[in-house]
């Protein structure tokens, strides 16, 4: 039996407080909320996509995220929902990453596949089904769906140990969590999803949140910089 949504829900809520300490943040949204934003935007109103993003953004690590960052995402959005931009590809988001990986000396394990990165979505896609354009095609995202994805993605691989491991054998302990699950010879409450953590972070991990809510806001700094290159790999217009 698979974990409900709401505990799911419950657990990405933990994880952010327990990541930032309880420290002054910018509010956080709920999936909740992130998903009826999204259902909202289907409505393809500037108000309501404009919402979307900002929600997207306030689910996560990101939620101090620099104006350019988050203007640049709500115009990439505007400009897929009404057909003047491409959807974002999976292969380009898993390319784009790993490049920024190998430019930036991340560890390994922070590199990510199309395996990984689909298995990821779906598991997102329990807690907020309106994110994705049911519409496109599987391995397709939109703008606002990219950033969701990628953002909590980076964030698991941040602080969850279970995330930290090469991105194929991510895959297979998942796949065989769930096989197991299905055969009965795990319990029943154990979550067929991958795991989200909430432990408390070992130093190199509450440096890296310290330099992410420091300089993430500030227009000027080397993370806002690499952000927007990032963002230029997965298609998104200046």
């Not at 809520?13 to 309880?22: H, K, N």
């Not at 409505?43 to 404009?50: F, I, L, M």
């Not at 397709?140 to 279970?162: I, R, S, W, Y």
């Not at 806002?224 to 298609?235: C, P, Q």
């Amino acid at each position: 039996m698979a974990i409900h949504v709401s505990v799911l829900t419950a657990l990405v809520t933990l994880v952010l407080t327990t990541t930032y300490g309880g420290r002054d943040e910018p509010p956080f949204s709920t999936m909740a909320e992130v998903d009826a934003a999204a259902h909202a935007a289907k409505s393809g109103s500037s108000e309501a996509v404009n919402s979307y993003v900002d929600h997207v953004f306030g689910q996560s690590i990101a939620a101090g995220a620099a104006p350019t960052i988050k203007d640049r995402v709500r115009r990439a959005e505007q400009s897929y929902r009404s057909g003047h931009n491409d959807a974002v590809h999976e292969k380009d988001v898993v390319s784009g990453i790993n490049e920024a990986v190998a430019e930036t000396g991340l560890p390994d394990y922070a590199r990510t596949s199309g395996a990984q990165l689909h298995a990821f979505r779906d598991f997102l896609g329990r807690m907020a089904p309106n994110v994705r354009d049911r519409g496109a095609p599987s391995t397709d995202m939109t703008p606002a769906e990219t950033v969701f994805v990628v953002v909590n993605l980076g964030h698991q691989k941040l602080v969850n140990p279970e995330y930290q491991v090469d991105p194929d054998e991510w895959v297979q302990q998942v796949s065989k969590r769930r096989a197991d699950l299905n055969a009965g010879r795990q319990a029943a409450s154990a979550p067929n999803a991958p795991g989200l953590s909430a432990i408390p972070a070992p130093p190199t991990t509450v440096a890296a949140m310290a330099r992410l809510r420091d300089q993430l806001p500030v227009e000027n700094s080397s993370l806002v910089t690499a952000t927007h290159r990032l963002l230029d790999r997965f298609g998104f217009q200046r």
